[in-house]
C-alpha cells in the first residue's frame, strides 16, 4: 500500500499540475476532463472543461487531483502537508523557491536539527508544502 495526495482545485487544476510537472521535474501521465467523461452530459456547460482527474509523477511520487465540482464546492486546503525530502541542497532550494513564487513562505529555507535545509510555504495555489534536504539521523 502507498498513500498518493489527491488535491482539489477551484478551478485552476490544469493550470496547478502544468506548474508541479515543471517544478519537480514531473510528467502529467493523464488529465481528464468532465466532458471528456461518460457523464460529460450531467455537467453544465461551465463544468465541461474543468479536470476531473490528473495525476503525475516525478520520480517514482505521485500527486493526483480534480477541479471541485459543483456538488462539492471548492474549500481551502486544510489539516495536510505536502512534503518533499530530497538529498540535493540546491534542487530543494530551487524547488522551494518555485514553489514559494506567488505563494506564502511559512518558514524560510535554512538548516534545522533534522535536516541540512528545510522550509515550510502555501503555494499560489492554496496547496501547503514542506521541503526538507539531507535528512540528519536523529
Known amino acids: ?18 506548474f508541479y510537472a515543471k517544478v ?4 502529467i501521465k493523464g488529465i481528464v476532463t468532465n466532458g471528456e467523461t461518460p457523464m460529460a ?3 453544465s456547460a461551465d463544468e465541461q ?19 471541485a465540482p459543483s ?21 530543494a532550494e ?9 505563494g506564502d513562505i511559512q518558514m ?4 534545522t536539527f533534522w535536516a541540512r535545509k528545510f522550509g515550510m510555504l502555501v503555494d499560489r495555489y492554496g496547496v501547503p508544502w514542506m521541503v526538507n534536504s539531507g535528512m540528519i539521523e536523529q
Open 94 to 102: 530551487r524547488i522551494f523557491a518555485a514553489l514559494a513564487e506567488g
Open 24 to 27: 519537480l521535474d514531473g510528467e
Open 41 to 43: 452530459g450531467e455537467f
Open 108 to 111: 524560510p529555507m535554512e538548516g
Open 49 to 67: 472543461d474543468k479536470v476531473m482527474n490528473a495525476y503525475l509523477v516525478a520520480e517514482g511520487a505521485e500527486l493526483m487531483g480534480a477541479d
Open 71 to 91: 456538488h462539492h464546492p471548492y474549500s481551502k486546503p486544510t489539516g495536510f502537508t505536502i512534503s518533499i525530502q530530497l538529498d540535493d541542497d540546491a534542487r
Open 1 to 18: 500500500m502507498h498513500f498518493i495526495p489527491y488535491l482539489s482545485f477551484d478551478g485552476n487544476c490544469r493550470e496547478a499540475f502544468d
